[in-house]
């Protein structure tokens, strides 16, 4: 898939799982690639705007550390129960070098678990996540 079909994915994946968890699970979704040395931001949506992106590197970080070391397949996520703020709560391999970034800058994963509405609210999640694997980002 292109870069406009992935920001429509995530934003109808964003919608529903708002709608099923009655409020905002995670205010923050990135893509980036990692095509090169160097990271680049393919779409952003959420609350830092242009801010964001000078700490990608350190808000990533907790993700980055669970993620060391293990082979992901697209389509593949991860979750980090007590990224907080601006840490990056969960991650999802959108393509060969492209993955997806969410973040709930108000909580973390470890809260928003313990709402039972949680359990609805995944399943717009997993529905993301295969369409990345049956059609990579590229």
Request: glycine share 4%; net charge negative; with cysteine.
């Amino acid at each position: 898939m292109n870069a406009d079909a992935a920001r429509q994915h995530v934003r109808t994946c964003r919608e529903r799982m708002d709608a099923l968890y009655q409020k905002p699970v995670f205010d923050e979704w990135v893509v980036v690639s990692f095509a090169s040395t160097e990271a680049k931001v393919v779409f952003y949506d959420g609350p830092r705007g242009e801010t964001f992106e000078k700490n990608l590197h350190s808000d990533s970080a907790p993700l980055m550390r669970e993620m060391q070391d293990r082979n992901y397949s697209i389509g593949d996520f991860e979750f980090v129960q007590e990224a907080r703020g601006s840490r990056f709560d969960a991650c999802v391999r959108a393509g060969e070098t492209t993955y997806l970034f969410c973040n709930n800058t108000y909580g973390s994963m470890a809260e928003l678990r313990r709402d039972p509405r949680w359990l609805k609210a995944q399943v717009p999640f997993v529905d993301l996540t295969e369409k990345f694997r049956a059609d990579p980002l590229v």
